[in-house]
Every structure is written in C-alpha cells, then in structure tokens.
C-alpha cells in the first residue's frame, strides 16, 4: 500500500458529514492510502509516497451514474435524435428502439465505447443495464471503473404492427427463467476479484413485468442488501396502460404491491399523475414517492430530445425524494447530462429556480450513490473510496474562473476533466483514457451500426428504409447547383 498526496488544490469539493451536503475546501490536501481517503483538509503532514501538485486544479468526487445502456445505445448516434412516434406519446421505445438495436455481437464494443465517454466526464460508478452476456463483469472490470451490473429480465416483449398500438406478448415461464439467470449473475459479480464489481436486480419495465415476477425481484434485492431498479412513469403509453388493466397509476400500482420502498429505484419516473400531459386528478404519486424512500434515477438527455422532462428537479429533491443521475442514452456524458437537468427543469417550471446546480450535482454524487445502496463512494472524505476526477481549472472555457462547478458544467463539459482515479488507481491521464482501446472499439461499432441500418425494413412493421425513418439532415447530392448570375443594372 502507497499514500498519494495531492498538495494545495485550488478547490476541493469535499464532503462535510455534519452539513450532510459538499463545501468548497481553498488551498486544501487529499490524502489516499491504496483505495481509501485518508486525509482531507489543510496542512497534511503524514507520509507519503507520491505527491501531486494540485495547483490549477480542483478535486471532484467521482460520479456516479445508476441508469445506463452502454451495450446498445451508442449504436444510436445519427439515428434517434430526431425520432420519436408522435401516435405513441412521442416516444421512441415502442416503434424504433426495437428495430434499431445492436446485434449481440457488438455489445462489448458498444460498452467500451460508452465507458470511455463515461470516464472522460469524471464518471467512476456506472450501472449497466443491459442483458446478460459472457465476459460481463470482466469487461466492465477491465476498463477501471467501478461497475453494477443489472441484467435486466421481463415476463413480456412490446410491439406495434401500426404505429399507434402497443402488442405485448406474454412468456411468464421465460421470465421466471431469466430472473433466475439474472440472480446467478449478480451473485457471481458480487465475488469478483476486482472487488469492484457488484450487482443490482433488474425487472426491465413495470408493463412488462408480471405482479409476481417485481415482488419476487423486490424480496431477492433486500435478500441480498442491494437496490432493485425498474423502469416506470417513463411513457403516456405505459401509464395509459398500467391505469387500463389495474385503475391505478403506475406508482400507485408498485405501491400496492409492496415494492415502493427505500431499496427500489424508479428508472424515470416522470409521469406522475400530476404531470402536465397527464390528466389523473384522483391520485397523489407525489406524495406516495415522496413517503415511499424510494430514489428516481433521472435521465434528462433522452426525454428532452422529444419534448419531455421530469416535472421538476427541486420540486422532487426539495420534498426529499433521493434523485440519482443516469445517461440513458449518448452521449454518456455525465456533465453534459447535469447541465441539461437543469436546464430542462427550467424550461418546463418557466422558473430559474427549477433546478440549481447543488441539486443536481448532489444526484450525480451521494443520490447516486443513496440509490445504488454504496454510502463510501461519491464524496471526498475520509474512508471513502478513492474514485475522484482532477479538473483542469487552467482550461481556457473554465476562464474567468469566479466559481468552479457552474463553470465545469455550463461552459467546459469534459473538456476540463483532466485525471480521473477509481479505487486509487489512475484510469484517465490528460484526458485520455488508460484502461480502453477506444479506436478498435469504435471500429467494431461502426461495422455493427451498419449491418443493423441495412435490415432495419426487415424488422419495420411498416416495412420502412432508414432513409424513410431517420434521413439525413440534408439531401446527398453528386453536385450543387451555382447560383444564377447577377444582371447588372444599366
């Protein structure tokens, strides 16, 4: 074991137990022994075998991202940013998302490439969503971060042969049977030799889930002290569903299955009753959350694509509801997607005040870290992991520099980001990432976004081209046309 000490940084955001919230720490030390933080203040006098120098510098704790799709969203890029289904509540999950995924074989590439996104923005937790794979957690442990596997599993797969109906096919039994593969996974991951590696139970979407299959995941979570995640209030169309077979909305259903609790997280959680798209007077979501304990992991990027945002970030954090930050879709980028909760929460409250950075900063740290059940990671303090980024405060975009974090997150993005550290170990050195062969990676993508795009009639209900569903921005032509020529007056 070695001690690293970063010297006089400019800024530390550090975490102060007794505010329970960040401060700002002026000219302060950081202090780690192997994985551990073991001084954090002014003046560190103890040993130490490697010093960096901190000034120009602010240390940021690691971020923390619970609601990811690293193996099938970078596959999107240049297809998604457009559409949504105006007949289906103006989404994308039920008409294109299905027909635009990655085959199997490009799932390793497209995480690679995600986390290499994701550590360039300071991210040092990630919860991956996705389905099961062999190699997994090796590949997640390979690239340095600190990973939570949540092999998703559901009792039923969704459709739509028209465009404005959604078909669910039901296999109760594959479900059972996916869960327990799912439970076997996340077992094996909690004993990775890493020890960075842990698991989280996963019922993909509460519409396509059977009552039985969510208690049973509900109660396989607390059996094992980690948090279960399902998405909900993420659509119209699945609200509109769950109130059609059950005459309660989908927070009032999970409530009355026993499973809103301080151990479940709500992948969205949206639309509420009280959302302004929503008309459902006679319900209190709000105040069912709200007394529930249970955490929202919020994802702004996706929804703000197609008009849509939670309603609205203070209003959820100022009522206690523990808020968690996820990039749902690309680019993964953990700053960029701070900044646009803020924005969106804004925008949508027709008031300033409808997110401040603190907020949204706090979910992307200890809400995060709340949610995934991990209280030693997301914070600079003493017996904390060492997972934190090194800001280059010297950055061009992070000048005139009057306050630190609102500079990071509204002008620079990741641009800033220098070093980052996950567990002690250096994974990102000026702003390139160590642990990841992002070329080769990006290589395999680039071939698997094009075999995908090249069937995607054969999957279409309407039998569409990509150019008939995602064209180009601008037509592709061999040549322009030059103007005219100009008459000069007599």
């Known amino acids: 074991m070695q001690t690293t000490v970063i010297r006089n940084a400019d800024y530390v955001i550090a975490w102060d137990a007794a505010a329970g919230s960040h401060a700002y720490l002026e000219g302060a030390d950081v202090a780690f022994r192997d994985n551990e933080f073991t001084f954090v203040g002014k003046g560190y006098a103890g040993p130490a075998d490697k010093e960096i120098s901190g000034r120009g510098l602010m240390v940021m704790p690691g971020l923390v991202n619970i609601h990811s799709h690293p193996s099938s969203e970078p596959g999107n890029k240049g297809l998604l940013e457009e559409l949504g289904s105006p007949r289906l509540g103006q989404s994308s999950l039920y008409e294109f998302m299905p027909i635009f995924r990655l085959d199997p074989e490009a799932a390793r590439a497209a995480t690679?490439?995600?986390?290499?996104?994701l550590l360039k923005s300071g991210v040092t937790t990630i919860a991956d969503l996705s389905g099961a794979r062999d190699g997994w957690a090796d590949d997640l442990a390979s690239t340095g971060l600190r990973g939570v596997l949540c092999p998703m599993f559901r009792s039923a797969s969704w459709t739509t042969t028209n465009g404005h109906s959604v078909e669910y096919h039901w296999d109760e039994a594959a479900g059972k049977k996916a869960m327990q593969k799912a439970l076997d996974l996340i077992d094996a991951a909690a004993k990775h030799p890493s020890g960075r590696i842990s698991g989280m139970v996963g019922p993909s979407q509460i519409d396509t889930c059977t009552e039985e299959l969510i208690r049973d995941s509900y109660a396989a979570a607390q059996e094992r002290g980690i948090a279960m995640q399902i998405h909900a209030a993420q659509s119209v169309v699945e609200f509109n569903?769950?109130?059609?077979?059950?005459?309660?909305?989908?927070?009032?259903?999970?409530?009355s299955l026993g499973v809103l609790g301080p151990d479940a997280i709500i992948?969205?959680?949206?639309?509420?009753n009280d959302h302004p798209w929503l008309h459902w007077p006679h319900g209190d979501d709000f105040g069912l959350l709200r007394d529930s304990g249970a955490s929202?992991?919020?994802?702004?990027t996706v929804f703000s694509r197609r008009g849509i945002a939670l309603n609205w970030v203070s209003r959820y954090a100022q009522a206690g509801i523990n808020l968690g930050l996820g990039t749902d879709t690309f680019p993964h980028n953990m700053i960029d997607e701070m900044r646009m909760a803020c924005l969106a929460a804004r925008i949508l409250k027709g008031d300033f005040k409808g997110a401040s950075t603190a907020e949204v900063f706090t979910a992307a740290t200890v809400g995060g870290a709340k949610a995934l059940k991990k209280p030693d990671i997301g914070r600079v303090a003493i017996g904390a992991k060492a997972d934190f980024s090194l800001v280059d405060l010297s950055h061009p975009y992070m000048q005139p520099l009057r306050e630190p974090l609102r500079s990071l997150i509204y002008s620079t993005s990741d641009r800033a980001i220098k070093d980052v550290y996950v567990d002690g170990q250096q994974v990102v050195k000026d702003g390139q990432v160590l642990t990841i062969d992002v070329e080769a990676a990006i290589d395999t993508l680039r071939a698997a976004q094009a075999r995908t795009v090249a069937t995607v009639s054969e999957r279409d209900w309407a039998k569409r081209q990509i150019e008939d569903m995602s064209p180009m921005v601008f037509p592709v032509q061999a040549t322009v046309s030059a103007p005219?020529?100009?008459s000069k007056s007599a």
């Open 112 to 117: 690679m490439v995600a986390m290499s996104e």
């Open 241 to 255: 569903e769950i109130t059609r077979r059950h005459g309660k909305t989908p927070i009032e259903w999970l409530d």
């Open 267 to 272: 992948g969205h959680g949206i639309f509420l």
């Open 296 to 300: 929202v992991a919020h994802c702004p």
């Open 484 to 486: 005219k020529p100009v």
